[in-house]
């Protein structure tokens, strides 16, 4: 990369609607995700959603494709590479430098009563938005085992397929050393497991709410897991 697409890239990125944009799809992986999701997901205007990716594509950090009648879009990882070894190439000047990048994934658990609802969902939403940065887990304390079908509906506005989750006790993940453990309302019945940061969130058993309630906590935790993770990523 040389220094006029250095710029471009950096241009590319100089507005807050597109670099939100651009680290969404960064973190959605390399299959990205279609225009429609991300302007749910990103609450822009159709025609403000496409001037940003046009701005995108024109710095060559963003591709796309066709499948059907839906346009995916997806990060360019390459030129994402190039960029930041511009960035860094005279780092430190030739010194030990102190810029690193997460050698191991993050690893996170998420605990409430039955792993049917909160945990399942932060789960889903650690996935959604750390992609290969994050190994995300839940468990209950006294598990159901089974996914509540409304979590599954819930977590289905955001393309995420919940079915293929189960719900797990404690004894199922035993051995992992945590980067983070998130309790999730089960009080004095959340055990304790050993972790480098522990959190409790107390928020609402959406179990018996309407589906206007079940969904204000769903994007309560997704509010808060993105908090989560950019808080472990910063150490």
Known sequence: ?????????????????RL???????????????????????????????????????????SDR??????????NYAQMRELLAYLTENCCDGGSCELTTQ??????????????????MAEAFARIEGGASVQAYSAGSKPSGKVNPKAIAAMREYDYD???H????LEEIAGIDFDAVVTMGCGDSCPWVPAKRRLDWALPDPRDLDADGYNRVRDEIRT??????????CG
């Open 162 to 164: 919940l079915s293929a």
């Open 20 to 62: 939100a944009t651009y680290r969404l799809l960064v973190s959605l992986g390399p299959k990205g995700t279609t225009v429609g999701t991300l302007r749910e997901r990103l609450g822009l205007p159709s025609a403000t959603l496409s001037a940003h990716l046009n701005q995108l594509r024109r710095a060559d950090l963003v």
């Open 103 to 120: 050698a191991q994934p993050l690893k996170v658990l998420f605990v409430c009563v039955e792993n049917s609802n909160r945990s399942q």
């Open 224 to 233: 808060r897991v993105v908090g989560l993770l950019e808080s472990l990523r």
């Open 1 to 17: 990369m040389d220094s006029e697409q250095a710029l471009a890239a950096l241009r590319g990125l100089g507005q807050a609607n």
């Open 66 to 75: 066709r499948d059907g009648r839906e346009i995916w879009v997806s990060a």
């Open 166 to 169: 189960s719900s797990k006790s």
